[in-house]
């Protein structure tokens, strides 16, 4: 089978909003994500962060850095600030190119991001 760009979801909360936190628990996203799929930096074509209202110390990006994807594009925003939403919640979208069919795509939802998508094969 030949590569396509395929997306990757997932998510992970943090307990506090602290620079250290959030690289801790981002950084345990990313590589889960990454061992599920098999992937490597040169896979990754583009990273995209979301973080609720209530997280503010730190970019998500900045701990993507700090394992080494300072070449991937990386961008960070703002979720949408929804009544009864994920609080202190941190989303990622991953598109990379991969040889595997998108029902083989592993999303990862971590800490109290776990229910957040039942629906997507894990």
């Known amino acids: 089978m030949s590569e396509t760009v395929r997306a990757i979801r997932g998510a992970t909360t943090v ?20 061992e599920r799929n098999g992937l490597v930096e040169d896979d990754i074509i583009s990273i995209l962060f979301t973080a609720t209202e209530d997280v503010v110390s730190t970019f998500p990006a900045t701990a ?6 300072g070449a991937v594009p990386l961008i960070c925003a703002r979720e949408l600030s929804i ?5 202190q919640c941190i989303r990622v979208m991953l598109h ?11 999303h990862v939802y ?13």
């Open 110 to 122: 971590l800490e109290g991001a776990q229910g957040l998508r039942d629906d997507l094969p894990d």
């Open 15 to 34: 307990d506090v909003d602290t620079p250290e936190a959030i690289t801790v628990r981002v950084v345990a996203l990313l590589r889960q994500i990454l």
């Open 96 to 106: 990379v190119n991969t040889d595997r069919p998108r029902a083989d795509i592993h």
């Open 64 to 69: 993507a850095r700090s394992i080494g994807l």
């Open 83 to 87: 009544v009864g939403s994920v609080k």
